[in-house]
């Protein structure tokens, strides 16, 4: 077991900052859920502040302002029942992909591929956002099992720097990414709220923004590569050598291989022992496996190939969803094993399924009662064209810590920051580009969506928070820097 050495004058100020940091959040900061009941009516009241009625109703059934609070809060506390399955449903899929058993054999293999400590770190780092731009999900549960091999592997990997590196993508890329909850949203008139394509088609007369206009914009691109070589620089400075790192074995962590794919002999002798019933035998079968899979990509060929125009912005929630599936069912290959994986990721989805919709009562409160033209114009007044890209940037991410979903955020920011924009005239899909960036860098700064990851290193999160805050202030400064002088290039709308 290895002795903490003595720290330099800056390393020891790093820790402190860190230390401090993490026991303000560890006493201050309620659950993620308590965030959502304090905004509440921290917007209630500010719709009180505002002159807001509290009650009240338009005579047009169809009317999406004139509301009051009370009725406000009710109209959009069911708004997003159906992006809120869409995100539980990523969740599911991500984790049912990353737990089979062929992915297992790859993290086997890639986890062989550092050979340094210092290598190790910055290989996990790079992994983590390369997983989180294809789905966030499946990046959580995938880095953390490749983070957890690496370090039985790996003597003097420094554990806890492993894990930070781990989550390191939902912090930086995750959302300028193919699972995107904002940009994935406002290419579809089934996810975006009506009220949040009344304001795009205010600024560009169509309600929706393809991904060709966010996170396929060559200017989106290259911040997310800006983003993502900080990030990786970091992580290789950021890794503690020598007697200052502190192994799994250290903490009393034992590291046991990754479980291999289950032995069908088990199956095979139950078959025999008795007849089955058929549908036993279908659950045990990867004939419907291999049909549904077939299916799903027949249809998902000719879906992509009918799409108007660049086939990227056929894109979204749904299409994400029914990849995450069929690549579930076909590489778990029994339907019995896929029940299982989906069993077991289901509860990771819970809070998604409890607080987004108490988060469509805040938006309904925001878009449904006139509050969007008043903070709009405080945006305004408090910006300029040239600045309100990094003004979007700090405000979003500070929102972040304390509404800890990119997805549910959006759909509470949106109605103000494009009605926003458009008066400044700031291309909208930019301020898509300029959320996405900004308001990942808060999953730096609080543990919310940290949970499954500590939870397969077995970690808490006062053990990686430091690490975590250190990227934040590296990856922040330089995003709001990119977003500001990037956005120049763009036209409005």
Known sequence: MSTAAPQTTQDGLLARVALRFTAFTERWLPDAFGFVLVGTFVIFALGLATGVPLLGAPADVKATTGFGLVNAWGKGFWSLIEFTMQMAMIIIGGYAVAVSAPVARLITWLARLPKTPRGAITFVAAMAMVTAYLNWAFSLVFTAILAKEIARLVRGVDYRALGAMAFLGLGTVWAQGLSGSAALQVTSETSSPKAVQDV???????????????????????ATLIIFVIAVVTAWFLAPSGDRAKTAEDM????????????????VAAASGGKRRPGDWLEHSPLFSILIFLLGAWYLVTYFAAAKGNPLNALNLNTVNLILILLAAILHWRPVRLIAAVREGTPAASGVLLQFPFYGGIFGMIAFTGLTKTIAGWMVNASNQFLFPAFVAVYSCVLGIFVPSGGSKWVIEAP??????????????????????????????????MLPTLAILGLKAKDIMGFTFAMFLACFPATVVVVTLLAQTLPFP
Do not use: C, H
Not at 418 to 434: E, H
């Open 252 to 267: 009393g962590i034992t590291l046991k291989p990754i479980a291999r794919e289950k032995s069908d002999l088990s199956e």
């Open 200 to 222: 795009i088609a205010a600024g560009r007369g169509s309600g929706t923004i393809p991904l060709t206009e966010t996170i396929f914009l060559w200017q989106g691109m290259l």
């Open 416 to 449: 103000y920051v494009l009605d926003a924009a458009n008066q400044l005239q700031v291309n909208q899909g930019w301020m898509v580009v300029v959320y996405d960036l900004s308001e990942a860098s808060a999953n730096l700064l609080q543990p919310f969506w």
